[in-house]
């Protein structure tokens, strides 16, 4: 390789010492790269799962009983799949944004990626009647950390220029 793909500016020093300028986009490049390959895989099989016991007519998860926990694995499936492609979409999106990504925005990003899906999905496994269990706590906080980090990226896009 031959060195960082978008290096800071000179004035801009790096966030540790003995970092290479641009190492922390590459840094948050790959771990969203790496995120949303691992939720598109891991929801991707969990909607194979839930077909398979519709396939398979499992009365736990097709009986009238059911008709929440079959919601809300639903809906883990499909924010899973889509917080995915928010995270490869801001991993190809990073190099091209003319502000400074926060580090913040990557953190809240990733743990919204896993407290979304999962709280549905907790939710759903311990549903009482028409009500969902405990997990699904989970979504509110994890959506609230989602909508702040794709503020933070909306300010880095709405930068100016750095170059």
């Known amino acids: 390789m031959s060195g960082p793909a978008h290096p800071q500016p000179a004035d801009q020093p790096a966030d540790q010492p003995g970092d290479q ?92 990626t896993l407290l979304v899906p999962a709280g549905f999905f907790a939710g759903g496994l311990y549903a009482h009647g028409g009500d969902p269990g405990v997990g699904a706590l989970l979504v509110p906080p994890g959506a609230v950390l989602v909508l702040m980090a794709l503020g933070l990226v909306l300010r880095a896009a709405l930068a100016r220029d750095r170059g």
């Open 21 to 112: 300028p641009g190492d922390n986009n590459r840094r948050a490049q790959l771990l969203h790269l790496r995120v949303g390959a691992a939720a598109l895989f891991g929801f991707a099989a969990l909607g194979v799962v839930l077909e398979s016991l519709h396939a398979f007519k499992a009365p736990w998860y097709l009986g009238v009983a059911g008709e929440t926990r079959r919601f809300l694995f639903t809906l883990a499936h499909a924010h899973g799949i889509g917080l995915g492609l928010v995270n490869l979409g801001l991993a190809a999106a990073l190099p091209l944004l003319p502000g400074r990504l926060p580090a913040a925005a990557s953190a809240f990003l990733v743990a919204g």
